[in-house]
């Protein structure tokens, strides 16, 4: 008897574990973005500043929605955590490249990456599509589509964030 109550005792520790562990993930949803968030990047050889940057649910909701894009625009989304991050084209005015990145401290690597994703201008925004990498990244770029065509930007890419 005395040669179970370990074992008792270790399941018991164990099924806490497991318990507490999914109650801090049932409750831990994306918090603020806690690295100072980059205001550039860099990518073969060529310098843009971010003009627009969302670092909460509300700006990532809303990102480029109803903006003018020219062909300086960039917009930048960070996360804090590397996941799966979907992004649409709902009430954004203008076809978009949009660059999914895996960033550790200022180095990146571009990891997916979508062209010419075209608007979606329509009153019921569950018609729109819906953009998912297959790699997990923690920021994503978006710029006028051809952006990364005329930066010669690829899954693979390294970037430099400012």
Do not use: R
């Given at each position: 008897m005395a040669a179970s109550r370990p074992m008792?005792?270790?399941?018991?520790?164990?099924?806490?574990?497991v318990v507490i562990y999914s109650v801090y993930v049932a409750t831990s949803g994306p918090g603020p973005v806690a690295t100072?968030?980059?205001?550039?990047f860099t990518v073969n050889g060529r310098t843009y500043p971010f003009?627009?940057?969302?670092?909460?649910?509300?700006?990532?909701?809303?990102?480029l929605m109803n903006k003018v894009v020219t062909n300086a625009t960039t917009m930048l989304f960070a996360?804090?955590?590397?996941?799966?991050?979907?992004?649409?084209?709902?009430?954004?005015?203008?076809?978009?490249?949009?660059?999914?990145?895996?960033?550790?401290?200022?180095?990146?690597r571009v990891v997916y990456l979508v062209t010419s994703a075209p608007p979606c201008l329509t009153s019921?925004?569950?018609t729109c599509a819906r953009y998912t990498p297959t790699a997990q990244a923690n920021y994503v770029i978006e710029a006028k589509?051809?952006?990364?065509?005329?930066n010669e930007i690829t899954v693979g890419s390294s970037i430099h964030f400012g």
């Open positions: 008792i005792i270790a399941v018991a520790a164990g099924v806490a574990l100072p968030v980059p205001s550039s003009n627009y940057t969302a670092t909460n649910q509300a700006q990532w909701e809303k990102g996360f804090p955590y590397f996941s799966h991050w979907q992004f649409w084209m709902f009430d954004t005015p203008t076809s978009l490249d949009i660059v999914w990145v895996n960033a550790t401290g200022n180095s990146a019921d925004s569950d589509a051809g952006f990364a065509a005329a």
